[in-house]
């Protein structure tokens, strides 16, 4: 149900998940992905997703917009699929929201922060519905 992609920083962890990404989504195996990473790397995710998957389903950023505009996103997903990039905060800010659709695939990168089984964080991401699998990157040995 799961898996952990450990390598050392800088060493294209990213963009081995969003080819993987890409063969999942052209096989037409998948619709609806949630990558939840730290916050300032949402842009970074975004870019190297719309370089790498380019055929992908649309690819956004969930983030501390209107809160209109977190619903249209959620709205359209359920909808269409998308690729949805999102923070450890609104991850736990709108856990409620976001807990509420069933997805493909979960990835969590610097996942090795979910290794507490007390902390907010794992049960948060513990929480989602996946159809797939979880996966965890992280460049921290664990």
């Not at 055929?55 to 997903?77: E, L």
């Not at 991850?91 to 997805?103: K, Q």
Request: net charge positive; glycine share 6%; proline share 2%.
């Amino acid at each position: 149900m799961g898996a952990i992609l450990g390598d050392d920083m800088g060493l294209g962890k990213t963009v081995q998940i969003a080819t993987y990404l890409k063969g999942l989504y052209d096989a037409e195996m998948i619709k609806k992905v949630l990558i939840v990473v730290p916050a300032t790397l949402k842009a970074y995710w975004e870019q190297e997703l719309n370089k790498w998957c380019p055929d992908c389903t649309t690819i956004m950023q969930f983030d501390d917009k209107k809160k209109d505009s977190r619903y249209q996103q959620m709205k359209k997903m359920k909808k269409n699929g998308a690729i949805l990039i999102t923070s450890y905060g609104m991850l736990s800010s709108e856990r409620m929201n976001l807990s509420d659709m069933r997805y493909d695939i979960i990835v969590i990168d610097e996942g090795h922060k979910a290794k507490n089984f007390n902390t907010q964080f794992r049960k948060d991401i513990t929480m989602f519905k996946v159809k797939a699998h979880r996966i965890i990157l992280s460049g921290t040995p664990l």
